[in-house]
């Protein structure tokens, strides 16, 4: 089993940043796990943000979706079982609890269906 904690969430302007943080615990978590972020705004279906897989030895890709390119940077600290998400430049549409989720072999880090673990999620809220 692997559990997942999100922190960092909270209310900003439009225009402002936040940085969340997901921990991940659990006896078979390993550095090669996909992590991902997603968000659900009220009403809507669960939505890819983030995701950084592993490529082999050192190597990780990031991957976003097209609404969060260039605003939102993910990254992850293995030493510390954390990935993180710097999110800039906010806007009221990126209003929304955010998941994070974890998986052991993601095919297709995009789709919700291949992650094994979720967090219990973080309220980020952007005024006008």
């Known amino acids: 089993q692997v559990q997942l904690v999100e922190s960092g969430g909270g209310l900003v302007q439009a225009g402002g940043s936040l940085r969340l943080s997901c921990a991940a615990s659990g006896r078979t978590f390993s550095s090669s796990y996909a992590m991902a972020w997603f968000r659900q705004a009220p009403g809507k279906e669960r939505m890819f943000v983030a995701a950084?897989?592993?490529?082999?030895?050192?190597?990780?890709?990031?991957h976003y979706a097209d609404s969060v390119k260039g605003r939102f940077a993910i990254s992850r600290d293995n030493a510390k079982n954390s990935v993180y998400l710097r999110m800039n430049s906010l806007k009221p549409e990126d209003t929304a609890v955010y998941y994070c989720?974890?998986?052991?072999?993601?095919?297709?880090?995009?789709?919700?269906?291949?992650?094994?673990?979720w967090g219990q999620g973080t309220q980020v809220t952007v005024s006008a």
């Open positions: 989720a974890a998986s052991a072999g993601a095919a297709a880090v995009s789709k919700f269906e291949e992650y094994d673990y």
């Open positions: 950084t897989s592993w490529s082999g030895g050192s190597v990780y890709y990031a």
